[in-house]
């Protein structure tokens, strides 16, 4: 199929905007922890290019974007020791290829249900239960994407 549509849309937010804290940009793609408390080692991988279907990339593409998720869900699981890593590719809200790589533990405030399921406890103090500080965290992911 090819990538179809090359240009940033105006009003979208995922071409205009970050999309939360930038932890790596390529000519390609970017890396972005989003703010979520419940989830605190919460990433995604956004195409930079406005397409909203992963078939929409040339296969050279694909490869690339799956790379990337690869390598931040194996950064979050040697740093976090997560119970379960979460990954998928939604983009109802938002009709631009990007991916959640989420990691999940079994005392985070949703486990075992999905991360926009209703609360099942609160868990006041999340990022502070992970291994590392989400700063280092991001330090890490970035390094690895680099290193490629």
Known sequence: ????????????????????????????????????EDHP????????????????LVPEDRSHIMHTVAKVETVLRE???????????????VPHLHWHVIARFDWDARWPAPVWAPKQREVEDASQRLALPLTQLDALIASALQAR
């Open 1 to 36: 199929m090819g990538q179809l549509d090359k240009s940033r849309i105006v009003g979208c937010e995922l071409c205009t905007q970050d999309g939360g804290v930038l932890v790596l940009r390529t000519d390609k793609l970017r890396v972005i922890r989003a703010l979520d």
């Open 41 to 56: 080692a919460f990433y995604r991988v956004i195409w930079n290019d406005h397409v909203a279907e992963w078939t929409d």
């Open 79 to 93: 740093a976090l020791a997560p119970t379960k890593i979460n990954l998928a590719s939604l983009g109802n809200v």
